[in-house]
T-cell receptor
Framework: NAGVTQTPKFQVLKTGQSMTLQCAQDMNHEYMSWYRQDPGMGLRLIHYSVGAGITDQGEVPNGYNVSRSTTEDFPLRLLSAAPSQTSVYFC?????????????FGPGTRLTVL | QQPVQSPQAVILREGEDAVINCSSSKALYSVHWYRQKHGEAPVFLMILLKGGEQKGHDKISASFNEKKQQSSLYLTASQLSYSGTYFCGTAGMDSSYKLIFGSGTRLLVRP
């Protein structure tokens, strides 16, 4: 199993550009989530999904869109990138409800917005 | 609401013990502990659930005081490999789907 994979590993954008961060998992997990981590800080939940076709907002959803058309994939879209979105983005997945199950993290995407 | 972790940072000599604390102002269903090394993804350590069940790493111990909404992670006889940033994540009674993380505790173990 590859676990949770993310692409790209690094990305530089200009203000106003859009892009999609890819996330995939091969563990047949129902729950998937996106976090951002700013320097010296913890992980903040952006969006999450409890299954194909079902998504909801986390703590910091503004400026980001998600969709979940398959169990395996959970892409994160930045609509119009801003310097405040410079961060490391982690995707994670979990079997069942997150509150009682292990969450597996992908390797992260380091995004810089100029 | 974000849980509060303490201390923010700790430096140990190899073989020493440390305790990392996590406190929440809301009623909790579970507390999760993760360790992150520099430039890497967080790695699961333990889950402590309401009612006393625990899941996770057999070389690390932790406690969950349900009445005080507090958890502590106990690192005994520390090894160099324990260095990293430790995060607690809390899941409230009001939601099955959100894990909210604290800002982390940086641990450095020196030879």
């Amino acid at each position: 199993n590859a676990g949770v994979t993310q692409t790209p590993k690094f990305q530089v954008l200009k203000t106003g550009q859009s892009m999609t961060l890819q996330c995939a998992q091969d563990m047949n997990h129902e729950y998937m989530s996106w976090y951002r981590q700013d320097p010296g800080m913890g992980l903040r939940l952006i969006h999450y999904s409890v299954g194909a076709g079902i998504t909801d907002q986390g703590e910091v959803p503004n400026g980001y869109n998600v969709s979940r058309s398959t169990t395996e994939d959970f892409p994160l879209r930045l609509l119009s990138a801003a310097p405040s979105q410079t961060s490391v983005y982690f995707c994670a997945s979990s079997q069942g409800t997150i509150r009682s199950n292990t969450q597996y993290f992908g390797p992260g995407t380091r995004l810089t917005v100029l | 609401q974000q849980p509060v972790q303490s201390p923010q940072a700790v430096i140990l000599r190899e073989g020493e013990d440390a305790v990392i604390n996590c406190s929440s102002s809301k009623a909790l269903y579970s507390v999760h502990w993760y360790r992150q090394k520099h430039g890497e993804a967080p790695v699961f350590l333990m889950i402590l659930l309401k009612g006393g069940e625990q899941k996770g790493h057999d070389k690390i111990s932790a406690s969950f005081n349900e009445k005080k909404q507090q958890s502590s992670l106990y690192l005994t006889a520390s090894q160099l490999s324990y260095s990293g940033t430790y995060f607690c994540g809390t899941a409230g009674m009001d939601s099955s789907y959100k894990l909210i993380f604290g800002s982390g505790t940086r641990l450095l173990v020196r030879p």
